[in-house]
């Protein structure tokens, strides 16, 4: 007579019974393995494992610690952001103004091209962000400080102007390269949080450079055609 071992809705065995089972319990031969053999011991043994799981409750919780680290991270942006804006306007005056308008959209465009991307903003990619509006302040302070030696040597405004742009693009760039570099390794080697923070620092890096040498530029030119002054100051 045919006689099946069912589990979890699975036919494991399928022996025949030969003969009467009088002593409470049988033996299953056949052409087993070892492996197989033991295999079938276990999952005898196992009974009415593995249970089906029954839903009783859902809940969904909230990652408040995570959340909680990325609001202060924005915070310690926004706040860093202000000082940086009140450090160049009182520095360079207007040109601060200047700066300031080309780093905001600077960051703009890392916030599009990361939604370009559909990236997810973590806590390490804010810091990138914060970093890259450093690196940005940074490439316009050297920018006006080589317009500031032009004036210094008597040029006028137009000619200032042409000459430090010039003068500062290659030290920015030499400086940009290799930070950008440095990204690139964290990124192809690094894992989880330091591949987002190296993806906001490439994309940074290469939007801080944009933005340097176009768009500041070009603001400063508008603004010497509109103003026409015939000294330049930068303070």
């Known amino acids: 007579r045919p006689f099946a071992i069912v589990l979890d809705e699975e036919v494991i065995s399928a022996p025949v019974i030969r003969e009467p089972i009088l002593g409470g319990s049988g033996q299953i ?4 393995t070892v492996e197989s053999a033991n295999n079938l011991a276990i999952l005898l043994r196992a009974g009415a494992l593995p249970a089906k799981l029954t839903v009783i409750e859902q809940r969904v919780v909230g990652a408040g610690l995570g959340q909680d680290s990325i609001e202060k991270g924005k915070l310690a942006s926004y706040f860093g952001g202000a000082l940086v804006v009140v450090f160049m306007v009182v520095t360079y005056g207007l040109f601060g103004v ?3 308008i080309a780093v905001g959209i600077n960051v703009g465009m890392i916030f599009g ?3 370009l991307l ?4 973590t806590l390490p990619g804010i810091i990138g962000i914060v970093l890259t509006i450093g690196i940005a302040v940074d490439s316009n302070v050297l920018i006006y400080e080589r317009i500031r030696e032009e004036v210094r040597t008597g040029r006028t405004p ?3 102007i042409d000459a430090g742009f010039t003068r500062a693009l290659a030290t920015i760039l030499d400086s940009n390269i290799t930070t950008f570099i440095a990204a690139a390794v964290l990124f192809f080697f ?3 949080p330091v591949r987002g923070f190296a993806v906001t620092l490439g994309i940074g890096i ?3 450079v ?3 040498f176009t768009l500041t530029r070009l603001i400063v030119a508008w603004w010497v055609r509109w103003a026409r002054p015939r000294q330049l100051a930068i303070s």
């Open 29 to 32: 031969s056949g052409n087993f």
């Open 98 to 100: 200047f700066a300031s």
């Open 113 to 115: 091209i990361l939604s």
């Open 118 to 121: 559909n990236a997810t903003l």
């Open 158 to 160: 137009i000619t200032a």
């Open 190 to 192: 690094g894992s989880g």
């Open 206 to 208: 290469v939007t801080t």
């Open 210 to 212: 944009f933005t340097a």
